[in-house]
C-alpha cells in the first residue's frame, strides 16, 4: 500500500525566515504534487507544538501512514529539499512481516502508558472531545481534580489500533494509572459510585497554588512565549534583550507550553497579556513598563 507524505511547517508570522522557508515549500509542491505541504503556526495551536516539542520556528515535521518518521529545525532550504526529495521517492510501502515493527510499536506504547502518572487515551483532545464518552471520562476526571495527561488516538492510528491488543481493550477512552489499565468509561463510573476514583488517581494541585509556586520558583521570573534561546515573539524577544543587558539571574517559563498557566497566570495577577515578569512573586509587569520602569536594573537586584 503506498503511503502518501505530509510535510508540516511549524511557523509564525513575525519570523522572516518562515516565509522565505513558505516560498522554498510553494516550489517543492509544485515539483512533488503527490506530497501534502500545511502550514501551522505555532503560536495558534499551543498543545500540538508542545505534543511535537516545537521549540523553535522553523520547523518541520515529517509524516507517513500518520507516523512522524523525520524532523528539520530551522531554515535549511537545501536539507529541506533532499528531505522531501528523499521521503516521497524511498519507503513507499508499508513494512511487511518484519517482527521489528512489533516490537518497536510494543516499546512505543509501554513508552506512552507510563508517559505520565495518569494517562488517557481518548478520541480528541480535554480541551475538544470527539466522542460522548471521551468527553464524559473527561468531566469525571475533572470534577475530582485528577492530574492526568492525555494523548489523542485519532492522531495516531498504529497506536489506536497498537493498544487494543497491548492492554486487551477493545475500545476508547482508556485510562492507565502509572502504566496499568484502569479501565473504560463503564469501569471509571464504577469507581466514583464507589469512592474508590480519588485513591486510585493523582490529585492535581489547585491552579492557584501552583501559580503562587511558579511565581516564586526564581526571584526573577520571566512568563514569556518561548525561551531564554528562542523567544517566540517579538515583545518576548525584546524583554529578553533587556534582561540579559542588565546582567541580572533570571529564569523563564513558555506559556506556550501550558494552557492552564496560559489562562490562569492572566486571572491570578489580573494582566491581560504576555510576557509578565515578576520579582519575589510579584508582578512587575510587562515590556511596557519594564521599559519605562526607572532604575530596572537596581529594582530588580533588590
Known sequence: ????????????????QCAQMNDVMAELAKEHQQVSFVKLEAEAVPEVSEKYE???VPTFLFFKNSQKIDRLDGAHAPELTKKVQRHASSGSFSPSGSEHPKEDLS????KLTHAAPCMLFMKGTPQEPRCGFSKQMVEILNKHNIQFSSFDIFSDEEVRQGLKTYSSWPTYPQLYVSGELIGGLDIIKELEASKELDTICPKAPK???RLKVLTNKASVMLFMKGNKQEAKCGFSRQILEILN??????ETFDILEDEE?????????NWPTYPQLYVKGELVGGLDIVKVRSGITGSLKE
Do not use: D, M, N
Request: hydrophobic content about 45%; glycine content about 4%.
Open 1 to 16: 500500500k503506498l503511503l502518501s507524505l505530509l510535510v508540516v511547517h511549524f511557523w509564525a508570522p513575525w519570523a522572516p
Open 54 to 56: 516545537i521549540s523553535s
Open 107 to 110: 516499546l512505543r506504547l509501554k
Open 207 to 209: 491552579l492557584e497554588e
Open 245 to 250: 543587558s542588565t546582567g541580572i539571574e533570571y
Open 261 to 269: 498557566v496560559r489562562q490562569g497566570l492572566k486571572a491570578y495577577s
